[in-house]
């Protein structure tokens, strides 16, 4: 394959890829607001509210992780170039959201049952968030290699 075969499936890729995520975002955003906008009056218990509120607060947050997902294919689909400083920072925004996502329940949580009595909530966000680091020093070295096969051009 050659080079512009490459950076047009990059491209096409990238480009379908933000479009599956922007609905992504859009549907878990819409489940997120609808949950948090809920009508909590007629449930008396207030686990299930906490419970509710939880849920709503980890669809909102996924929800912004998938818009800046989106924004990473955006610039990859516009330049064909993944490994941008942009992108860098981006990921590394995404891995806090995902810390954010995996502290986030047990706080909502242990305000209720108590702090002692809780377990790690979010090990799954923990796990992804990990990846997202390790994935954006992955982009920071492609950056590297990319900035010096430049010069040698």
């Given at each position: 394959m050659s080079r512009s075969n490459v950076e047009a499936k990059i491209k096409e890729?990238?480009?379908?890829?933000?479009?599956?995520s922007l609905i992504g975002a859009a549907l878990t955003a819409c489940a997120g607001f609808y949950q948090l906008l809920s009508?909590?009056?007629?449930i008396s218990d207030d686990y299930v509210k906490k419970m509710?509120?939880?849920?709503?607060l980890s669809n909102i947050i996924c929800s912004v992780i998938?818009?800046?997902a989106a924004a990473i294919f955006y610039r990859i689909a516009k330049n064909a170039r993944p490994f941008t400083n942009?992108?860098?920072t981006a990921i590394r925004i995404i891995a806090l959201l995902f810390l954010i996502n995996a502290v986030l329940p047990s706080i909502i949580v242990g305000m209720y049952l108590?702090?002692?009595k809780i377990s790690i909530i979010g090990s799954g966000s923990i796990f992804n968030a990990a990846l997202c680091f390790f994935f954006g020093e992955i982009?920071?070295?492609?950056?590297?290699?990319?900035?010096?096969?430049d010069e040698t051009l």
């Open positions: 890729s990238s480009l379908a890829i933000m479009i599956i009508d909590t009056e007629r509710m509120l939880k849920t709503a998938l818009i800046i942009g992108n860098i108590g702090f002692a982009l920071r070295y492609g950056n590297l290699l990319q900035t010096e096969s």
